[in-house]
């Protein structure tokens, strides 16, 4: 079998909070959501409705749609959902390592 599928299960621990309030994790201008969604066919479904819910609004005092960012275990992964999402009309990107500079530069702005 893969080796991927034979790993022993670990436990993560994540810390959820904001640097102001001495918890860690992010500056208080940046909302975490962490879901875990063990079944991978619901993943595509439950990250497409949460996307349309959190975009449906406007989140910045200008009234702008904020930027999301969503962390694979794979780069192939990141790939596949970049693909998916745009299938569906949400306008994204996908971001690793091994992509050209130009091209990750050009990801984030």
Known sequence: MV???LREARIANLTIGHYDQDQGG???????????????????RVISQDLQTLWAQPCTASGQRGKVV?????RLQAGHLAGSLNKQGISCAHLHGKLEQQVREEVVD
């Not at 992010?26 to 595509?44: F, G, L, T």
């Open 70 to 74: 969503i962390f694979t275990n794979r």
């Open 26 to 44: 992010s500056c208080s201008s940046i909302r975490q959501i962490v879901k875990w969604v063990p079944d991978e066919h619901q993943r595509m």
């Open 3 to 5: 080796p991927e599928i």
